[in-house]
């Protein structure tokens, strides 16, 4: 009897649905994890001590506003707007709820 090979078995079972909930969790990370993007500009845990503004106790409202408009407008005389563009919606609703959580 001949065994199955490991990838015919594994892409049986995304086709069949059974893993596809497993990689859709996996493609985005948790808003801590994304955090780490903003520390070396706005200081450990968003609380900056220079120039640039602190983002930690903002509201999620302020963040997704700040960020969605950096995103929308590009605004490249900053580096935040290439920033922004590189966020998902859902990850800058991540990197807010974490933010305003602080």
């Known amino acids: ?10 892409g049986s079972l995304v086709l069949a649905g059974i893993l596809a909930p497993v990689h859709a969790a996996a493609d985005m990370a948790s808003g801590e994890v ?21 983002i930690s106790g903002k509201s999620e409202q302020f963040i997704t506003g700040q960020l969605r408009s950096f995103k929308a407008a590009g605004q490249e005389i900053t580096v935040m707007g290439r920033i922004a563009k590189g966020f998902s919606d859902d990850e800058i609703n991540a990197l807010a709820k974490f933010f305003a959580s602080k």
């Open 1 to 10: 009897m001949k065994t199955l090979k490991p990838y015919v078995v594994a």
């Open 34 to 54: 994304l955090a780490n993007t903003c520390y070396s500009c706005h200081g450990p845990d968003g609380n900056s001590a220079g120039a640039m503004p602190t």
